[in-house]
């Protein structure tokens, strides 16, 4: 085999990988790829748009809690420390920051929309989570430890039938404040 075609050789599998890897790589946004880490207050955000999570970190002494945003699923995911217990929640995406409200925040971006600022209300439901893996690696790796259960949301303007003593309350940034009532089964 001459030199030439042992040359040719060489660069036929590296144009088929080039030419198919060109078309993936082209999908990829390196800008969202990267994660933007920031803080506000006692919280430490950690955002992945490109896998559409925020990660959350209050270490305010009067209410310490780690946080999942799971904007792929509308699913918001948190550790109450104070209840020694994680929570679930569907996430209403009228009243929750967008990913890309949260992005302009940690950038300190003016934002076109403020979003909600008024506060949510949920109500612990008494069935424990049994299976975490199914939310994912991250929600299960923050909860593994302590019971789990979903919370409700309860409708604006109807009569909470807990007692107020038995909430937890929790900022997520300085858009939107939550409230998570309930006795927690077992504690």
Not at 114 to 133: I, M, W
Not at 169 to 178: K, R, T, V
């Amino acid at each position: 085999m001459s030199e030439y075609q042992a040359s040719q050789s060489e660069i036929a599998p590296s144009i088929l990988v080039a030419f198919f890897l060109t078309p993936s790589l082209a999908l990829l946004d390196i800008s969202d790829s990267h994660p933007l880490d920031g803080s506000v207050g006692t919280q430490s955000i950690r955002v992945n748009a490109f896998r559409g999570m925020v990660s959350i970190r209050d270490n305010n002494v009067l209410s310490e809690w780690d946080g999942i945003l799971d904007y792929e699923n509308a699913l918001l995911a948190a550790k109450l420390f104070s209840k020694m217990a994680c929570v679930l929640a569907k996430m209403d995406p009228s009243a929750f920051p967008t990913l890309d409200d949260i992005i302009k925040a940690l950038d300190h971006k003016p934002l076109k929309r403020y979003p909600s600022t008024h506060g949510l209300t949920y109500t612990v439901l008494p069935d424990r989570v049994k299976n975490l893996a199914q939310y994912g690696v991250s929600i299960k790796e923050m909860c593994r430890d302590v019971p789990t259960y979903f919370v409700q949301q309860q409708k604006e303007g109807s009569a909470l039938a807990t007692n107020p003593d038995s909430c937890s309350e929790i900022q997520l940034l300085s858009f939107l404040g939550l409230s998570i009532c309930g006795e927690i089964p077992g504690l």
